[in-house]
């Protein structure tokens, strides 16, 4: 998620400069039609936020509730973004051992949140 958001605010920031600026003044009306402009409210609805917030909790119980080993590896490969190598030095494992153990974490927390998907 992090990523995903730093990615769009560099976009915005190497964009800005690309970008039209064009002002609209919710108080005046429109010469044509005499209408003021509609505003267009992009606020997600409150009901999103709340299965968002739901799953977000749901998922973060499960990964706690991961044995201390497969609760290790995915916080370091998902949350701090270490690679396998990085996680299995911190563990003691091997590459492929490192794999096994993040996918049956990964298999583990898929069957608890299917709920979800």
């Known amino acids: 998620y992090r990523i995903a958001a730093n990615m769009a605010i560099n976009y915005a920031r190497d964009t800005k400069h ?28 409150i009901e999103q936020d709340l299965l968002q917030d739901e799953r977000m909790r749901s998922i973060r119980e499960h990964v706690l509730a991961l044995p201390e080993r497969q609760r290790m590896a995915v916080v370091m490969h998902k949350y701090q973004d270490m690679d396998y190598k990085q996680i299995g030095a911190v563990l003691k494992l091997s590459e492929s051992a490192t794999k096994s153990l993040l996918f049956r974490a990964y298999q583990t927390l898929r069957e608890r949140l299917k709920d979800f998907a």
């Open 18 to 45: 690309e970008r039209a600026s064009s002002s609209v003044y919710l108080d005046q009306t429109n010469e044509e039609t005499g209408t003021t402009p509609d505003v267009a409210d992009f606020r997600p609805l």
